[in-house]
């Protein structure tokens, strides 16, 4: 077997795996992860244990490798393979983990009907142009709407620039070159996620993407910063390790996998990890309780 195929079938992956999910669901997915990684030498040559920890998070996070469904992909990130998950995927988590009722994205074209306004009385107006020749279309803006099981909806809008300025900042831009609509949409459901109630999986989700595009986490305050030093434990994404000794471990200052810890507000510093919160030794009356 090659390397690639150790690291697939590894007994550790697999008593990870029916830890979350069951036994033909495990099957279902290792078939099409052979298949993506039989299907490109990139991937072939990552390092297996980067193999394995993507595979966990399959299970993790609660999506399918199948590329019929276009959730999630394996791909190689400088020598690693890591889980990239699409605005379909993104969706999915957010409705499966029960957080909204319903949730998708859309790109705006040159042409199309569109009209927003934003504050008391929001409203969102898309009426899409029919074109002859997909080429003919330029996207000018991109927005994402979910219905939240009390019947209230929420959407964020990104105009060109504000893409843009995702796609610069991104570690994916050959990604982005190819799929420009796809990342787009997948942009502003990542945005839209802030503004939902939130849950395990939809954070660990946005951890696992966060983790190698570089970009959508909100750099601290200064002095939060400063904080964080101090302590050794800077704002951390936690998401599925398996190791050679088969104990679980985390990106990060450790805990438990697939767990992301919350942000508190410090009176002293403003929005911090609560596990820095945790670990203060300044503590006072009007210090939230971790």
């Known amino acids: 077997m090659q390397p690639y195929e150790i690291a697939v079938y590894d007994d ?11 036994e033909k669901t495990y099957a279902k997915e290792i078939v099409f992860a052979v298949q993506a990684l039989r299907g490109s ?9 980067s193999i394995k920890n993507s595979i966990v998070n399959v299970a993790l996070i609660g999506v399918t490798l199948n590329p019929l469904l ?21 969706c999915k988590i957010a409705i499966d983990s029960g957080s909204v009722y319903d949730i998708d994205a859309s790109a705006v074209f040159e042409g199309d009907e569109f009209y927003y306004e934003m504050g008391l009385n929001p409203v969102l107006t898309h009426r899409p142009k029919l074109f002859a020749n997909d080429k003919d279309k330029k996207v000018i803006a991109v927005y994402a709407v979910a219905t939240l099981h009390h019947n ?7 105009d060109l620039e504000k893409i843009e300025r995702a796609r610069k900042s991104s570690q994916t831009k050959n990604v982005w070159e190819a799929h420009f609509d796809e ?15 939130q849950t395990e999986k939809m954070s660990t989700a946005i951890s696992v993407v966060n983790e190698h595009e570089g970009f959508e986490r909100e750099p601290p305050t200064s002095n939060a910063s400063k904080l964080m030093k101090r302590f050794g434990m800077p704002i ?5 390790q398996v190791d050679d000794s088969g104990t679980e471990g985390a990106s990060g200052s450790g ?13 002293k510093v403003g929005l911090i990890d609560a596990n820095i919160c945790k670990t203060c030794k300044d503590k006072n009356k009007e210090c939230p309780s971790v």
Do not use: H, N
Not at 41 to 49: G, S
Not at 184 to 189: C, P, Q, R, S
């Open 70 to 90: 276009q959730q999630a992909f394996l791909v190689p990130r400088k020598g690693k393979a890591v889980l990239d998950l699409s605005y379909r995927g993104l």
């Open 152 to 158: 209230i909806k929420k959407f964020v809008v990104l």
């Open 12 to 22: 550790k992956v697999k008593s990870k795996w029916l830890e979350i999910a069951d």
């Open 41 to 49: 030498e990139a991937l072939q040559k990552c390092d297996p244990q």
């Open 183 to 197: 990342m787009a949409k997948k942009t502003a459901v990542k945005l839209l996620y802030k503004m939902l109630p």
């Open 255 to 267: 805990g438990p996998v697939g767990a992301v810890m919350p942000e508190v507000m410090c009176p």
């Open 236 to 240: 951390a994404s936690y998401v599925a």
